[in-house]
């Protein structure tokens, strides 16, 4: 099945008792049993429930995986990864990423003795530079929230194997529309599934995708001895918002293009950062791994300043002043005091999520109001 068909059909088929095309909502905690363990296939709704079970078939349909996990947001799903590990276990990882992830990593899993090597990914000998005895995980993020790099997953997993290590690709800003990390050699896929996947800024979730058995069956563990669960309600939003990725993806694709080539074009921007523009430092790779560049791109002004980039998002009418991304509506942030303010302002400045950094989430809207919006709102 190819993938415009299977983000309607994959993992999908009419429901066995009536027939109904879409997974009904299973809305209920628990399951009879005619005796202690003889019941239908589900027992209690933590453990599992058929309304996020077609879900997460869809998931893997998607990624040409195996086994998938529908979690309650994205970084429950983070979460669940990293209790794979044991004090001690070392994790590289991307250094330019979410600043929950961060927040994840530095204030709860250092103080249960995770240690962690934030690193530039852009050389993947770095990455092997900092592999020991006690390393268990390479976290990548790609592209990178909120500067867009993009990491070499194939040339990661090989170093990863070599080293039998696990590979973990966040993939929340592609989408399996343009990336599939699985193929690449990824031991496990992650997607906040609140972005492009749910995709209409309704809902939170977060997934999982891997191929090997122990590995699925180890996160399952996890997943029902901590309970970071989705509901069935949202399971069905999402499966809705899924069945129109491909054509979202592709409209995202094309808004971004418009906007960033507007915006090089700017004289008040400094510097743009979208892996379509041929001066990307990583475009070559993303032309590889991905099927076009996708909808997030972000830009500072030659003005260089905070006030300055405050007032523009504040401008903005078409984009609102949001946290979160991947909706149909088009959005605008501010790193440095929104979705990336865990990270120490030092360690910002020196990635580059400087104070005047603003990020967008190129929405599907007519792309005429979209550079309009942005026209009135720069000057
Ligand atoms: O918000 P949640 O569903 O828990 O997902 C966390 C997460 C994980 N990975 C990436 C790459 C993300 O961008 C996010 C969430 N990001 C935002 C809310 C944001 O505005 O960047």
Same mark, same amino acid.
């Given at each position: 099945m190819k993938f415009n068909t299977k983000t309607i059909h994959g993992g999908q088929e009419p429901d066995a008792a009536y027939g109904s095309v879409m997974?009904? &909502?299973?809305?209920?905690?628990?399951? !009879?049993?005619?005796?202690?363990?003889?019941?239908? =296939?589900?027992? #209690? $709704?933590?453990?599992?429930?058929?309304? @996020? #079970?077609? %879900?997460?078939?869809?998931?893997?349909?998607?990624?040409? =995986?195996?086994?998938?996990?529908?979690?309650?947001?994205?970084l429950a799903a983070i979460d669940a990864v990293l209790k794979l590990l044991k004090p001690g276990d070392e994790v590289i990882s991307t250094n330019d990423l979410y600043g929950g992830t961060y927040r994840?990593?530095?204030?709860?899993?250092?103080?249960? =003795?995770?240690?962690?090597?934030?690193?530039?990914?852009?050389?993947?000998?770095? &990455?092997?530079?900092?592999?020991? $005895?006690?390393?268990k995980l390479i976290w990548v993020e790609t592209p990178t929230n909120p500067l867009l790099n993009i990491i070499d997953i194939s040339a990661t997993a090989k170093i990863a194997k070599k080293h039998k290590? %696990?590979? !973990?690709?966040?993939?929340?800003?592609a989408t399996p529309y343009l990336q599939q990390p699985l193929d690449l050699g990824a031991d496990i896929v992650m997607h906040s599934a609140t972005k492009y996947l749910?995709?209409?800024?309704? %809902?939170?979730?977060? +997934?999982?995708?891997?191929?090997?058995?122990?590995?699925?069956? @180890?996160?399952?563990?996890?997943?029902? $001895?901590?309970? +970071?669960?989705?509901?069935?309600?949202?399971?069905?939003?999402? %499966? @809705?918002? &899924?069945k129109t990725l491909h054509v979202r993806m592709q409209r995202h694709c094309e808004n971004a293009k418009v906007v960033a080539n507007y915006l090089v074009n700017h004289p008040k921007i400094n510097k743009v950062y979208w892996p379509g523009l041929k001066t990307h430092p990583n475009h070559d790779i993303a032309k590889t791994q991905m099927k076009d560049f996708g909808g997030m791109l972000s830009f500072t002004t030659k003005g260089d300043n905070y006030d300055e980039a405050i007032k523009i998002v504040e401008n903005l009418k078409v984009f609102t002043l949001a946290e979160s991304l991947g909706g149909v509506e088009s959005l605008a942030g501010h790193p440095a005091s929104m979705t990336h303010v865990s990270i120490p302002v030092e360690e910002r400045n020196k990635l580059g999520i400087v104070d005047s950094l603003i990020r967008l989430s190129v929405g599907i809207e007519d792309e005429a109001d979209l550079i309009a919006d942005l026209k009135q709102a720069i000057g």
């Open positions: 997974p009904p &909502i299973y809305q209920t905690s628990t399951f !009879a049993q005619s005796t202690p363990g003889g019941h239908k =296939g589900y027992e #209690y $709704a933590r453990s599992g429930n058929p309304t @996020r #079970y077609a %879900l997460e078939k869809s998931f893997v349909s998607l990624e040409n =995986g195996t086994y998938g996990l529908a979690f309650g947001s994205g994840l990593f530095t204030k709860l899993f250092e103080n249960f =003795g995770i240690v962690f090597h934030f690193v530039g990914m852009d050389s993947v000998q770095r &990455i092997e530079d900092h592999i020991n $005895a006690n390393t290590v %696990l590979l !973990a690709v966040d993939s929340t800003f749910g995709g209409h800024s309704d %809902l939170v979730m977060g +997934a999982l995708i891997v191929n090997d058995k122990v590995l699925a069956e @180890r996160l399952y563990f996890i997943q029902n $001895a901590s309970g +970071a669960i989705c509901g069935p309600q949202d399971a069905f939003l999402a %499966l @809705r918002g &899924i």
